[in-house]
């Protein structure tokens, strides 16, 4: 194995790390900005209130998102297993 196919494997790597964790990365930001908005709004500063929404969103958004996070993994195994076998 080259330095060149080291690299390739290790980017595809990090881009379906990306893809997969993605989605519920996006909802968590969007959640906690949300929260905190509403925070600074209403002058209420409970820690422990960010935390359950947060952890709700994360899990439902997972839920809706696992076919495709499936995929994702599937393919990305697929591609390794085809880079094993060729030796390229």
Known sequence: MTG?????????????????????????LAVGVAISLLQALTQIQEQTLVFVPKIIAMFVVMLIALPF???????HMTRVAAHIITGH
């Open 4 to 28: 060149q196919e080291v690299l390739d494997v290790a980017r595809d790597g990090i881009l379906t790390l990306l893809w997969v964790a993605g989605p519920m990365m996006l909802v968590g």
């Open 69 to 75: 996070m499936g995929d994702v993994m599937s393919g």
